[in-house]
């Protein structure tokens, strides 16, 4: 499901809108990358009662989790520090959910991150892959 919502005209010096575009933008540019290296992305932006997730990808036989972090600059730290025990938490639930749909035969899976840095004008610069983040 997609986010349609308005972001506003953003912050001055903060191109292509508010923390709800750069989070469209860093998910995308985790997509395309994951796609790149291999990952076969089956679903974005899971959403269930325990909380979401930012991809699911099939990485060979291995479904993968991955919560995506992006940033413009380093004045909140780096993403992959905002993965907090509390988000964790809140992933593994969601996932215990998707992986409901596999009944008793789940796949193997794995929790990678994603931290995506963006340039002033929001285009992708870098993504830097976690597997096995938590």
């Not at 905002?82 to 988000?87: G, L, N, P, Q």
């Not at 991150?113 to 929001?122: F, H, I, N, R």
């Amino acid at each position: 499901m997609m986010n349609t919502g308005d972001d506003g005209p953003g912050r001055p010096g903060r191109p292509g809108g508010g923390p709800a575009a750069l989070g469209r933008a860093g998910e995308e540019a985790a997509g395309r990358y994951l796609e790149a290296q291999g990952y076969r992305v089956v679903e974005r932006n899971y959403r269930c009662r325990s909380g979401e997730i930012d991809i699911i990808a099939r990485d060979g036989d291995v479904l993968c989790f991955v919560e995506v972090k992006a940033r413009r600059t380093g004045a909140y730290g780096r993403g992959i520090e905002a993965v907090e025990a509390r988000k964790r938490q809140r992933m593994r639930r969601a996932a215990a959910g998707y992986l409901q749909r596999f009944g008793s035969h789940p796949p193997v899976c794995r929790f990678d991150a994603a931290e995506v840095w963006l340039s002033p004008d929001g285009r992708p610069d870098q993504v830097w892959l976690v597997r096995n983040a938590f």
